[in-house]
């Protein structure tokens, strides 16, 4: 089973990136994907994560309003489109999957080990 990131870079404040994530070797179109980001020298936080049906969606707080999440399950891929970038959301993006609980109603998963599966990273650089 492989995640593999892309669509990370060098972009100036205030502009976008869209960031992709496509699973293989495994379907993950029936559970909770999400988006995590380590700065240097920080730890690995939690950014936004969806459920399968895209009904539920949950963002931190610091990226409420700029970031949005989507998914193409026929594709098994997960994207993270990324607006109004601040210098302060410089970081390795990974992208993961929660394998338990298929079908479930809620995204409210923020935890690292709530996720199962993960990317090797993409990096976003947003200079000032």
């Known amino acids: 089973v492989q995640l593999q990131a892309s669509g990370g870079g060098l972009v100036q404040a205030g502009g976008s990136l869209r960031l992709s994530c496509v699973a293989s070797g495994r379907s993950f179109g029936n559970n909770v994907m999400g988006w995590f980001r380590q700065a240097p020298g920080k730890e690995r936080e939690f950014v936004a994560s969806?459920?399968?049906?895209?009904?539920?969606?949950y963002f931190a707080e610091s990226v409420n309003g700029r970031f949005t999440i989507s998914r193409d399950n026929a594709k098994n891929a997960l994207y993270l489109e990324m607006n109004s970038l601040k210098p302060e959301d410089t970081a390795i993006y990974y992208c993961?999957?929660?394998?338990?609980?298929?079908?479930?109603?809620?995204?409210?998963?923020?935890?690292?080990?709530?996720?199962?599966?993960w990317g090797q990273g993409t990096l976003v650089t947003v200079s000032s």
């Open positions: 969806i459920n399968w049906s895209s009904v539920s969606r």
């Open positions: 993961a999957a929660r394998a338990q609980q298929p079908y479930g109603a809620s995204a409210h998963y923020r935890r690292a080990h709530d996720y199962d599966y």
